[in-house]
């Protein structure tokens, strides 16, 4: 038995050592141009076993963190027979909040007693284990989660979630202050992954919701723009629509910029990569009710403007058939 | 006269694991633990409590886990293949006073490796500044009667099985039977009333481990520890499961030749 | 074969034992096949047998350590392997391995507390004992430092604890150098002039020759002889007359041999055929030279003895 535990020990903490420099070893072992998003964990962890080690562990603390904004109560999602039966979700029993975290499928893992056949067992699991029936379910501050999330993209800085969700943590703190220190995490992110289409999206997004600064989210949505154009074939579904979002703000951008050329080629780039997208399907043909005022007015403007320009063609037109 | 018996065998266990310094792996892993903490402090502790706090408790759950199953299963097989057993059965003891003895020994052994783990557990988490809560005594004391049950399954599994097979076993039930148990609460109302029945008697058959970690309770914010009358139902299920373990094994044992 | 009957209490009981295993292949295979015999209180005797005939087999089954699968086994009235049985006998197993960490002193500790010994009684008996054995000087070293010499001495120290009244020993000289040997010897017959029964299995004949009152001889699962040591000896005795005198073959009948000139000799296997011999020799006129005893061999007897049985 000595041996044993021994060995077991050893060839964790060297693993566990191994994963947390291995940020050194990518470099050699992954590929010449790492991919966007979430790809980016794939490939290194097909490529090593020691990001291997080094993914999970920030996915289980991933897990965790959701463990920790629900204080330990633990949840699933209701199983396909459960909602056959009529089951109800965290989200749907409680008021307002649990809705607006969108909870209406999953439950506790501990049942409550009326759906627990254990009985005796059921009832000391419930005593013992952090267990709040649905109807008190609730959440802690996500606050509290900052440093897991500081902790998780230290761990494997290529957790690209990690980066982006933990921001949107961060600047919940809606001050200037929160806003500097979402950036400042973005940007440390985009340093370990200066391909992400998510983080850059990310950035961007923060720019222009929160600093109203079009032209630094435009800076990042090309730089995004650049790396959905290069791995276009190889996307996976959710980073597609990742990409879907660079064209859109940056149709959104450049309009309310008023530069109207850059507007167009953009969306129409975007329209080409994605042609069932709705929303670039309205951006080409009329404008949004969205952003500024400004935006709305430059709108009108390129509108009358081409319509006058449409119409001094048209007459131009007429006079040379006339 | 009967405690002496538990005394004298269970004092040799105790000596022998810390002569065959069992115990200096239980101080290895603590010093990684240490490690850990030390490289998570060096990253900065603040607002990682409640983290290191849940870290902690998996890590003590996991250890003391590995340490009970070890040292329980080998007991019975290596006393009979190193023929120790015969002189120890040639005294006046029957063989339920032995599995008792030997038992209580390898509770013991488990006890003290999960308290030096917590020792160790405690200096990290200081560097945490994680602040002193009763619950966390309270932790401690249920987790210490959750590991007597699984020495118990581990001594009777090494009853019937070779001592891998009933470490595997034991192991396999240690981390998995809350999983098991989970999914079959999820496929409960899903199966015919037979079915069902199976699944209430599996579901009591196996051990409930998880009713004694209150390492959930005590990692995060404001649980309250459990009331006394929920401490006296885990000590009397403590007592039964582990009395039917043992009997389980003394049906083995009792005739068996050796 | 008929059991001999003492006449004593019997301190072991054995009525048609049966002892068997199942194989690795999952079969029984049955290692004493009805085996029956009897030892009396205050008795030595020596259970003899080739590899294999179910001696340890016999001595598990007194012990307790197998379940007879047919017949009985009884110490001093008791049932055998019964805690009462246990608490008036001592049992030194064939293979002496004890617990490696401890020393000779803690495992003399730790059996004498199961045997209900305590405090400073246990204390200077472990002593004693150890020291009796010739381990004094190493019983704070731990067990795996020990030889198998060494080991077997803390085992027969074991078996002497509490003062038991019968003493089953498996293999008692097993490991032991002549010197161990004599020291065990003396330490037996100490026991047994204080009263003690010694049943005890060995392949050292000469041991057994030394100590024994009695001996029984099994081979596979069976009682093939049982006899009584001085009878036994007799029988094994052979007796060689010498004499000077006229040739012998008209007056004494066949077998002489020309030992020297007019000396001849001749090799009488019972101390009858001697003492007619000697009879005739001296009504012949002849003139008695020497007379010679010579022991017979317990292991000729052994081998001639099993392998008649087989």
Request: aromatic content about 8%; glycine content about 8%; charged content about 20%.
């Amino acid at each position: 038995m000595a041996n044993v535990p021994l060995v077991v020990g050893f060839a964790c903490s060297l693993a566990l050592a191994a994963g947390w420099n291995a940020t050194n070893l990518r470099t050699v072992i992954d590929p010449p141009h790492p991919v966007a998003g979430l790809d980016v964990n794939d490939t290194s962890a097909s490529a090593s076993l020691l990001g291997q080690f080094r993914t999970n562990t920030s996915s289980w603390l991933w897990l965790r963190t959701d463990l920790y904004l629900h204080n330990g109560v633990e949840l699933r999602p209701l199983t396909n027979s459960e909602k056959r039966a009529g089951m109800q979700g965290v989200g749907t029993s409680e008021k307002d909040l649990s809705k607006a975290l969108n909870e209406d499928s999953v439950v506790t893992s501990i049942p409550s007693p009326h759906r627990d056949f254990r009985g005796w067992f059921g009832d000391l699991d419930r005593a013992t284990a952090p267990y709040k029936a649905m109807k008190n379910h609730s959440h802690n501050n996500p606050e509290q989660a900052i440093p897991l999330f500081r902790l998780m993209t230290w761990i494997d800085p290529n957790f690209i979630e990690g980066w982006t969700v933990g921001s949107t943590v961060i600047a919940r703190d809606r001050s200037n202050n929160g806003t500097e220190k979402a950036i400042q995490f973005l940007n440390e992110g985009l340093k370990q992954n200066p391909e992400s289409i998510s983080i850059l999206n990310e950035l961007a997004f923060t720019y222009i919701t929160r600093k109203k600064d079009l032209h630094t989210a435009v800076q990042y949505l090309e730089l995004s723009r650049v790396s959905a154009v290069k791995y276009r074939g190889t996307l996976r579904d959710d980073e597609k629509e990742e990409a879907t979002q660079v064209y859109r703000w940056l149709g959104l951008c450049y309009r309310d910029l008023g530069e109207r050329e850059k507007m167009i080629q953009a969306v129409q780039e975007g329209r080409s990569m994605f042609p069932d997208d709705a929303v670039l399907a309205i951006l080409a043909d009329q404008p949004p009710r969205i952003l500024t005022d400004k935006g709305q007015a430059a709108w009108e403007k390129l509108r009358t403007d081409a319509a006058k320009g449409k119409t001094a063609q048209t007459e131009a037109d007429a006079h040379n058939l006339n | 006269m009967k405690f002496r018996i538990y005394r004298a065998l269970a004092r040799a266990v105790v000596l022998e694991s810390i002569r065959r310094k069992d115990l200096w792996v239980v101080a290895i892993l603590g010093f990684l633990i240490l490690l850990a903490s030390g490289a998570l402090g060096f990253f900065g502790v603040q607002g990682l409590q409640l983290f290191a706090k849940d870290l902690a408790a998996s890590v003590l759950s996991l250890f003391s886990a590995v340490v009970a199953v070890l040292t329980s299963c080998r007991l019975l097989p290596e006393e009979i293949k190193q023929r120790t057993l015969y002189p120890l059965l040639a005294r006046p003891i029957s063989r339920l006073d032995l599995l008792i003895g030997k038992l209580l020994g390898a509770v013991i052994v488990t006890w003290i490796a999960f308290l030096m783990l917590c020792a160790l557990t405690a200096v990290a988490l200081t560097t945490f500044h994680v602040q002193f809560e009763p619950i966390m005594i309270q932790y401690i004391i249920i987790k210490m009667m959750g590991l007597v049950v699984l020495c118990a399954l581990s001594l009777t599994f090494s009853a019937y099985m070779t001592p891998q097979a009933a470490a595997t076993m034991s192991i396999i039930l240690a981390f998995g039977s809350g999983v098991i148990v989970r999914g079959l609460i999820m496929a409960y109302n899903g199966v015919g009333p037979a079915t069902q029945w199976i699944y209430k008697l599996i579901a009591a058959a196996l051990p409930q481990l998880g009713v004694f970690d209150l390492g959930g309770r005590a990692a995060n914010i404001g649980w309250s520890p459990v009331s006394g009358a929920v401490v006296l139902q885990l000590f009397l299920y403590m007592a039964t499961y582990t009395g039917a373990m043992v009997l389980i094994a003394w049906a083995k044992f009792r005739r068996q030749a050796v | 074969m008929p059991m001999i009957n003492t006449g004593m209490d019997a301190a072991i009981q054995v009525t048609d034992l049966r002892v068997r295993y199942r194989t690795k292949k999952g079969s029984w295979q049955e290692a004493v096949k009805g085996l029956s015999f009897q030892v009396a209180r205050g008795e030595v005797v020596g259970f003899l047998g080739p590899n294999g005939a179910g001696k340890s087999s016999t001595l598990k089954a007194l012990m307790g350590f197998v379940q007879p699968s047919g017949g009985e086994a009884k110490v001093f009235g008791l049932e055998a392997g019964s805690l009462e049985a246990k608490s008036r006998m001592g049992y030194l197993p064939e293979v002496a391995l004890y617990y490696p960490y401890l020393t000779p002193l803690e495992t003399l500790r730790l059996y004498g507390e199961l045997e209900g010994l305590k405090g400073k009684a246990l204390q200077t008996e472990a002593e004693t004992l150890l020291e009796t054995v010739g381990l004094k000087a190493a019983m704070k070293k731990q067990n795996r430092s020990l030889s198998k010499g060494m080991l077997q001495r803390v085992g027969i120290a074991q078996s002497l604890l509490g003062n038991p009244e019968l003493l089953v020993l498996d293999e008692v000289t097993s490991g032991l150098d002549p010197v161990g040997r004599k020291e065990l010897r003396t330490i037996l017959k100490d026991r047994q002039s204080k009263g003690a029964t010694l049943f005890f299995s060995s392949h050292e004949l000469s041991e057994v020759d030394m100590l024994c009152d009695r001996i029984l001889l099994i081979h596979e699962g069976k009682l093939v002889e049982e006899r009584e040591m001085h009878d036994l000896k007799d029988e094994l005795r052979k007796y060689v007359l010498t004499y000077a005198g006229q040739n012998p073959d008209a007056l004494l009948g066949q077998g002489w041999t020309v030992a020297q000139g007019q000396t001849f000799s001749k090799r009488f296997t019972t101390k009858a055929q001697l003492m007619a011999a000697l009879e005739k020799v001296q009504a012949a006129g002849g003139t008695l030279v020497d007379v010679v005893a010579e022991e017979g061999s317990l292991e000729d007897y052994f081998i001639e003895t099993v392998r008649r049985a087989a």
